[in-house]
């Protein structure tokens, strides 16, 4: 009797731990390290530097106006994927690609919608 409970309670861990780690899989996201200000319309209509841009209030390219928000405004970096803005846990990787189209390698926590990163590199141009 003790063996049927023994593996039955083995065959249940595993079957969770099983469904926990698929939950947990990394996966590519690409699009375009931004701050949080431009990506959320905070100031922006456009979800972008465009606006900021055309002002020239906070430097002349995406990567001089994520800077200049981050530094000054108390923006995060972000990753900026079409409609979609997702929150950065590792800013020590990120920093350096502001502005950039890139790939993150990570994991995605759909409650709180932050990437925890693994890997980022530069989106190939085709």
Known sequence: ???????????M??????????????RVFRG???DSQCALNVHSLTR???????????????????TYCIEHLGGE?????????FRLDRPDLVHGFEGAKVR????????TNHIHVIKIDLEEQR
């Not at 009797?1 to 065959?11: D, L, Q, S, V, Y």
């Not at 972008?48 to 001089?64: P, R, V």
Request: glycine share 8%; proline share 0%; with cysteine.
């Open 77 to 85: 970096l972000v990753l900026s994927s079409g409609k979609d803005v």
């Open 104 to 111: 993150i390698t990570g994991v995605l926590d759909t409650k």
């Open 48 to 66: 972008s530097h465009q606006e900021m841009l055309k002002s020239k209030s906070m430097g002349g390219t995406a990567a001089t106006c994520s």
């Open 13 to 26: 861990l595993a079957l969770v731990t099983l469904a926990y780690s698929q939950e947990k899989t990394a």
């Open 32 to 34: 375009e390290i931004s």
């Open 1 to 11: 009797m003790n063996r049927i409970a023994i593996c039955t309670a083995a065959g």
